[in-house]
């Protein structure tokens, strides 16, 4: 067990190391006073100058920000999210006046409200401005933080559209207020949700209680997940929490597995073309990013519509696959055994030439293209 934990600590500090971390300190005219914040870039950040990125802040940046950039990374260095930018503050010596709220309003007070303000009109524009950001943004708080991320939720137009609450302790009206304002959100949101079988009890008891509520919710704009670790702690819980809320979050961003092509790409009965563009169109919408179709997943679509026969959907897709990955062979291809399969000899001989000048690309080469070419002139005697 220990030997497994400490290779989980290496695997998050080698990944750390491979990210631009930076230490800023900003000065905040709303606190009066300096804060400091930890800052990770995406890799190769410099390098794609017109790439923009979502934003994940993280407070209780002194024990939180390692862990949650360390999976970023990871994550993102599979593809399975997008890769952002994080940005932990740091509050070992002010994280309970940064969290104060009124004893009678359970609403940010004194300290506690110059924090938001902070966050929402000096430290979060400050980031938009210095660093090329995406439209998604993400806050995360543990126990007392936890809390008062929520607070975000109650503006008219939230700056953050996703939450992860690890453990929070909660202020005594916030189960009802949460349930209010989850229930009518009216843009996509995401919260996630977690306690463990030996969290503290008062907290543990309060957010299964309040998982019962939301649980119930019928938004269609909810993104909402609970999670209640067993043989875990208030603190040991952050460890497994985070890629589980990475891994819900960021569902719709992953490449479509092998599960998803049995259980819902062959069983489709609507164009899978469609099924394509639709994914990436709805992850644009989602995350607010826009991104090159995966090579992969033009394969697993054209494997479907070969395996069903579904011929006149490769042209379509083969124009896609030439916008997409104009370098490779791989839009061509598709052209070609489309136009072959439709009784096109003559268009299919042409597509596959014009592939053969280009990359080749997973399980296309130019001697197979060549084949198909010779192949054709074989049967037909061109």
Request: glycine share 4%.
């Amino acid at each position: 067990m220990k030997k497994s934990i400490f290779l989980i600590l290496i695997s998050i500090l080698t990944s750390i190391s491979y990210g631009q971390v930076k230490y800023e300190t900003f000065r905040s005219i709303k606190l009066d006073q300096n804060r400091d914040l930890k800052i990770q870039l995406p890799r190769n950040y410099e390098k794609n100058e017109d790439k923009t990125y979502p934003v994940i802040l993280v407070l209780d940046g002194d024990h939180l920000f390692e862990p949650v950039a360390g999976n970023v990374d990871y994550f993102s260095y599979w593809e399975d999210m997008p890769e952002s930018i994080v940005v932990g503050v740091l509050q070992r010596k002010t994280r309970e006046d940064d969290c104060r709220y009124d004893l009678a309003s359970y609403l940010p007070e004194g300290k506690g409200a110059e924090f938001f303000e902070f966050i929402g009109q000096e430290l979060m524009p400050h980031i938009e401005e210095t660093y090329r950001t995406a439209e998604l943004k993400i806050i995360v708080g543990h126990d007392y933080t936890g809390n008062f991320i929520n607070y975000f939720l109650f503006k008219d137009n939230p700056i953050f559209q996703g939450y992860i609450n690890l453990s929070p302790e909660l202020a005594p009206p916030m189960k009802e207020r949460l349930e209010n304002v989850l229930t009518s959100a009216k843009t996509d949101l995401w919260y996630y949700l977690a306690t463990a079988s030996n969290d503290a009890e008062n907290i543990k008891n309060d957010l299964i209680s309040l998982d019962e509520k939301l649980a119930l919710i019928e938004n269609t704009e909810l993104n909402y997940f609970f999670d209640n670790f067993d043989e875990s702690s208030h603190y040991t819980l952050v460890g497994r929490a985070i890629p589980k809320a990475m891994e819900v979050f960021f569902k719709m961003y992953r490449p479509i597995s092998k599960k998803t092509y049995k259980e819902d790409i062959l069983t489709l009965e609507t164009s899978l073309y469609d099924y394509l563009v639709d994914i990436y169109d709805t992850t644009e919408k989602l995350y607010g990013i826009k991104r090159q179709i995966r090579i992969n997943d033009f394969i697993a679509i054209s494997t479907a519509i070969e395996k069903k026969e579904l011929w006149e959907e490769l042209e379509p897709l083969g124009k896609l696959a030439i916008k997409e990955h104009p370098e490779t062979m791989l839009g061509f291809y598709y052209l070609g055994l489309g136009y072959e399969q439709l009784g096109e000899p003559k268009k299919a001989m042409r597509a596959y030439e014009n592939g053969f000048q280009l990359n080749e690309v997973a399980f296309l080469t130019k001697d197979y293209m060549l084949e198909k070419v010779n192949k054709i002139k074989e049967d037909f005697g061109y």
